[in-house]
């Protein structure tokens, strides 16, 4: 602090009150997110209905053209038009023809309905962060260490 200006100190001590501020807003958060799931239940016949929604795996048909050379731009306009045909046709992925999915691709064969059965999509994410059980089992424990950590901490703090 030495051979600062005469009041740069007094801009030094500013410069913590955002920081101070972000602190006391996350531990409000940790505390009121620590609440909102020590009480949560999950309805897992409606999970596993609301999973079953082919539309989500649409981006698993572009990923089958794009493993076919297919640029993604272009793939994903392929399945863009196959959603909008799906929708206008009152039907779901799986119940368009393979004359419907030839008119979009020639790229598209038998493939196409394996892709869009639940288990191949929600597994097919194998990285972190990614849908498949193992990862999904890896971030389920992540998280309740970490929140066994906060709430530790916070326990210890509050003394």
Known sequence: MHALPLTYGKD????????????????????????MLDGIEFDRERMLEAAGDEMLAATEVADLLVRRGVPFREAH???GGLVRDAV???KSLS?????????????????????LQQ????????????TGSA?????IEEA?????????RVDEERG
């Open 12 to 35: 030094m001590q500013e410069d913590k009150e955002p920081l101070f501020d972000a602190i006391d807003t996350i531990e409000a958060l940790l505390d009121a997110t620590a609440g």
């Open 77 to 79: 306009g392929i399945v």
């Open 88 to 90: 206008e046709r009152g």
């Open 95 to 115: 119940q368009l023809t393979p004359e419907e999915l030839r008119e979009r691709s020639e790229h598209l064969d038998d493939s196409y309905y394996e892709v």
């Open 119 to 130: 288990s191949s999509w929600l597994e097919s994410k194998r990285i972190a962060g990614g």
């Open 135 to 139: 990862p999904l089992a890896r971030q």
């Open 144 to 152: 309740r260490q970490t929140l066994a950590a906060v709430q530790t």
